[in-house]
């Protein structure tokens, strides 16, 4: 008997069925259109864009032009690219305008559909942002569907890291531009750093499709973009404490898996006071629970932490002598990317690498704040609907599942569970033969790169040919997945799986056209190109004979997305393909979330070795379990932001007050209120109201007077007059400032004072949001301790956070009133000093420009420095580490002659 809800559903359907429902009269009204889009010329799909835009900014609305937008970029797709949009792409299309995530399968098409949006979005004139989430992809998407977009007369741009300024600043006014998340976040706060309004890059926040959207705004949500300034070196500290952590013993401290944590037990604190004292990082007497003891304590969890919760090869690898981070959901590097709070230093120290200095905040911003500025936000992906809640709740973002092309015929076995990982490798490794005998191409998905090194090896000793996608592979990432879809292939990929490559049957047949035009450059495209199309389709026949892709994972991650993005690699376009997952009870998620219960079910059955448990209740289970770490992280995730929202109140603030100051051409009325502001706090403080004249501190007035304000005002004289009170002499010291000041303004000329003013302001707002900030981070740290004595940590942190920012913008008033006292023109000797120090310094950024243009011509000409001797280091001349090895190799210096031993 079928309940309530079922019985609901099969009579009125499903949300997601009504949504779609909904969209079906303008994907009718889109393919009405077609016939007339097609008889416009090339130069009558460009005026039809220039009529839409002019219809835009005369107010029509943009769901009133979809249908003649969504025509018109399909025709263009058509005759740039031979691409012609189906309705369910449409549909995509019409869902992103109408700012929700799209849910598409892969091979679905999301690059073509994101077009339709960007483009009816981009008539408003204040661009479009199309976000990726590497810089392959951003570039890759910009070029591909840029000539779609020169077709119908738009402009494209794209952004990538070390971008030259004015090539930026070009990308950032096209109609669409593509790029990184962490880019568009790393320009937002360089522009909130800038002192003129021209340089500033991101001049709206219109609308953003984000690709791949579950990772972006769920998987890097928590990870802040930090622009940082280098702090004291403290290089020694952190060996001395690496060495320490080895001598610990289990009941030194407890390790806590599920919460990712690590602490100190008593015993631990005890014998670490012992070391620290011995090795005179801790005064003689000073405990560690001192107020003191503060850095060291610090330290030392950092130190921990390094040692007990990351592990090489699978949280990072040491490439070149450096540490560099691995991504947990994708298994990429993330070369730059730095761990904070000291914590990458103490990582450095464990694995002897080179110690970085420390860093201090200049400014940040996460991900989740980032993406809320944009007026509409919409996002694309092949797995969503199982973060939908935190979707909603957080970006307010709905998510529909969009049907696909064709149906999906890949058969979906349920999981394998095994007593140990090596029943599970054997069982796995006999799966992979039995499917490359055949010649069935096999996608294996591990979590880590130990795991894929591991089946590697044991696929060697079998003899299987098959190729490994890793971090450590991550060049050769495209080509590796372009290939895995071919006869007999074997690749064994970490989470990452055809991230923005589609894996297709036979193999990717237009990478393989481009390899063979490279390859005969003299012969005809068309002709290679009908030859490679041929060898591709016979290809892909003997696949779909032997059953399609084979996607087979070697044990389920924390989060079902992961899975189900892995899943998705095979059955793409409605192409045969199985996926079964092969599990342990040695596996982290069974091992850490309750995995006993299991183990004893399997004893109790009796089961022999290298036997397997398959039913669909495991399968429930899991996915319970796994639904149980997601809400657990979204909690996480969810408390992370109320507190980065705090900040997040006081950056718009801050950012936006910047905003006016370098958009403003007079800043004289801001400076005199901070002027006057800070008279009247001076006459509160020694002349406290409703006091006599006796008892005012009027000799302390007249020195903060000079210190405050560069005034030497007879204060003294002004209080003994009869009948003068403190309001009296609030207004001549008022004036006396005034006068100053407009003696400053003639002696430097209006104009120059201007800028003197916005200057000085600038520079004390982003010094004060810096020292903000890092004391924001210290309450951070310590405001959670508050709880233990019943308050509420995030209302303190609200209060206390507040009271600091009124404190930094008393203090603002303070700096920008006394600098602006003290300013004076330069006498002629300082002007020549001046003058003489900046030519040093053009001269010097000269020498070096010929250096790096020497360097290039080098590379070049693949010559090796006159006077080279291979034998004698004194020939080589002294050249940087990432500079071209002198030899000629045309290899970095650090890769070659410069390796160290």
């Known amino acids: 008997m079928l309940g309530l809800g079922t019985l609901a559903k099969k009579v009125f359907g499903t949300p997601n069925d009504r949504k779609i429902k909904a969209t079906r009269p303008l994907i009718d009204q889109i393919n009405a259109l077609e016939e007339e889009f097609e008889k416009l010329s090339d130069d009558g799909l460009k005026e039809k864009t220039a009529e839409l835009r002019q219809r835009a900014q005369n107010g029509e609305g943009l769901d009133d032009l979809l249908p003649e937008a969504f025509a018109n970029v399909r025709e263009g797709a058509k005759r740039a690219l031979g691409l012609r949009a189906f309705d369910v792409q449409l549909m995509g299309g019409i869902f992103l305008h109408q700012g929700n995530i799209s849910e598409m399968k892969t091979g679905e098409g999301k690059t073509l559909v994101a077009t339709l949006p960007a483009y009816l979005n981009a008539l408003t004139g204040k661009g479009v942002h199309v976000v990726t989430v590497n810089e392959y992809l951003a570039k890759r998407d910009s070029e591909w569907m840029g000539k779609v977009f020169e077709t119908v007369g738009m402009t494209t741009g794209v952004i990538w890291s070390g971008q030259p300024e004015d090539q930026k600043m070009a990308a950032y006014q096209s109609d669409i531009t593509y790029a990184t998340n962490n880019e568009l976040g790393f320009d937002y706060l360089r522009d909130n750093m800038k002192?003129?309004?021209?340089?500033?890059?991101?001049?709206?926040?219109?609308?953003a499709i984000v690709d791949?959207?579950?990772?972006?705004?769920?998987?890097?949500?928590?990870?802040?973009?930090?622009?940082?300034?280098?702090?004291?070196?403290?290089?020694?500290?952190?060996?001395?404490?690496?060495k320490l952590i080895p001598l610990l013993q289990d009941d030194h401290f407890t390790l806590d898996e599920k919460t990712r944590n690590v602490t100190f037990t008593d015993e631990g604190n005890e014998f670490l006071e012992e070391q620290l004292i011995a090795r005179e990082l801790l005064p003689e007497g000073q405990s560690l629970y001192d107020p003191e003891s503060t850095t060291i304590v610090h330290h030392v969890n950092q130190g921990l932490r390094a040692h007990k919760m990351f592990q090489r090869d699978k949280d990072y690898i040491v490439r070149d002598g450096e540490v560099v981070l691995i991504d947990e959901f994708t298994g990429r590097m993330m070369p730059g990317r730095r761990l904070s709070d000291g914590l990458h230093q103490a990582i450095e120290a464990k694995e002897g690498a080179q110690i970085q200095p420390e860093n201090v905040t200049l400014a940040s911003v996460t991900f989740q704040n980032y993406f809320r500025l944009y007026d509409k936000l919409s996002g694309m992906t092949g797995t969503a609907l199982t973060e939908a809640e935190e979707f909603g709740e957080i970006y307010g973002l709905g998510v529909v599942e969009v049907p696909t092309n064709r149906p999906i015929t890949r058969e979906d076995k349920d999981d394998q569970v095994y007593r140990t990982v090596g029943e599970k490798h054997i069982a796995m490794i006999g799966q992979i033969k039995k499917a490359n005998e055949k010649g069935q191409p096999v996608l294996v998905g591990t979590t880590s790169i130990e795991k894929s090194e591991i089946l590697s090896q044991l696929l060697d000793k079998e003899g299987v040919k098959h190729n490994v996608l890793n971090a450590r592979q991550h060049e050769k990432e495209a080509q590796i997945v372009a290939?895995?879809?071919?006869?007999?292939?074997?690749?064994?990929?970490?989470?990452?799986?055809?991230?923005?490559?589609?894996?297709?049957?036979?193999?990717?047949?237009?990478?393989?056209?481009?390899?063979?035009?490279?390859?005969?450059?003299?012969?005809?495209?068309?002709?290679?190109?009908?030859?490679?199309e041929a060898r591709h389709a016979e290809e892909k026949q003997k696949v779909l004979d032997a059953g399609g892709l084979f996607v087979m994972a070697s044990e389920r991650h924390e989060s079902r997305?992961?899975?189900?993005?892995?899943?998705?690699?095979?059955?793409?376009?409605?192409?045969?393909?199985?996926?079964?997952?092969?599990?342990?009870?040695?596996?982290?998620?069974?091992?850490?979330?309750?995995?006993?219960?299991?183990?004893?079910?399997?004893?109790?059955?009796?089961?022999?070795?290298?036997?397997?448990?398959?039913?669909?209740?495991?399968?429930?289970?899991?996915?319970?379990?796994?639904?149980k770490v997601e809400g657990r992280n979204f909690d996480i995730r969810k408390n992370i932001l109320k507190f980065d929202d705090v900040m997040n109140d006081q950056r718009k603030v801050i950012f936006s007050q910047r905003r006016e100051i370098m958009s403003a051409d007079d800043l004289s009325e801001i400076v005199s209120d901070m002027r006057e502001q800070v008279i009247d706090d001076l006459i509160d403080q020694y002349m406290p109201p409703k006091t006599y004249a006796d008892q005012w501190d009027t000799d302390g007035l007249h020195d903060a007077v000079i210190e405050q304000l560069g005034v030497d005002a007879p204060v003294k004289d002004w209080a003994d007059?009869?009948?003068?009170?403190?309001?009296?002499?609030?207004?001549?010291?008022?004036?006396?400032?005034?006068?100053?000041?407009?003696?400053?303004?003639?002696?430097?000329?209006?104009?120059?004072?201007?800028?003197?003013?916005?200057?000085?302001?600038l520079q004390t707002i982003d010094s004060k949001w810096r020292e903000h900030l890092l004391t924001l981070e210290h309450l951070r740290s310590v405001v959670g301790f508050r709880g233990y004595a019943?308050?509420?940590?995030?209302?303190?942190?609200?209060?206390?956070?507040?009271q600091l920012f009124e404190g930094m913008l008393d203090g603002l008033r303070e700096t920008v009133t006394k600098q602006l006292s003290r300013v004076r023109p330069l006498t002629e000797k300082e002007q020549k000093e001046m003058l003489a120090q900046m030519a040093a310094q053009q001269a010097q950024m000269q020498k070096a420009a010929d250096r790096a243009e020497a360097i290039a011509e080098a590379e070049a000409s693949g010559d090796a420095r006159p006077g080279f001797?291979?034998?004698?280091?004194?020939?080589?001349?002294?050249?940087?580490?990432?500079?071209?090895?002198?030899?000629?190799?045309?290899?970095?210096?650090?890769?070659?002659?410069?390796?160290?031993a």
């Open 195 to 207: 002192s003129d309004l021209t340089q500033v890059h991101q001049k709206h926040h219109n609308f």
């Open 212 to 242: 791949e959207v579950d990772s972006i705004l769920i998987d890097e949500a928590r990870t802040p973009l930090i622009i940082s300034g280098p702090a004291q070196d403290r290089s020694e500290l952190y060996v001395t404490i690496d």
């Open 483 to 532: 290939d895995a879809g071919r006869f007999g292939a074997v690749t064994i990929a970490t989470n990452m799986a055809g991230r923005g490559t589609d894996i297709q049957l036979g193999g990717n047949v237009e990478m393989k056209v481009l390899e063979a035009i490279a390859a005969n450059p003299e012969a005809d495209p068309a002709e290679l190109r009908a030859a490679e």
């Open 561 to 627: 997305r992961i899975d189900n993005q892995l899943r998705g690699r095979s059955g793409r376009q409605g192409d045969p393909g199985r996926t079964v997952f092969y599990l342990s009870l040695e596996d982290d998620l069974m091992r850490i979330f309750g995995s006993e219960r299991l183990d004893k079910v399997l004893k109790t059955l009796g089961m022999k070795e290298g036997e397997a448990i398959i039913h669909p209740w495991v399968n429930k289970s899991l996915e319970r379990a796994q639904a």
């Open 721 to 761: 007059e009869e009948g003068v009170d403190d309001d009296e002499i609030r207004e001549r010291l008022i004036k006396a400032a005034d006068d100053m000041m407009a003696k400053k303004a003639v002696d430097f000329g209006p104009e120059n004072m201007r800028n003197i003013e916005k200057q000085v302001l």
């Open 790 to 802: 019943q308050r509420d940590p995030l209302n303190e942190y609200k209060n206390e956070s507040f």
């Open 869 to 900: 001797v291979e034998d004698d280091p004194t020939t080589w001349g002294n050249p940087g580490r990432n500079d071209p090895c002198p030899c000629g190799s045309g290899k970095k210096f650090k890769h070659c002659h410069g390796r160290l």
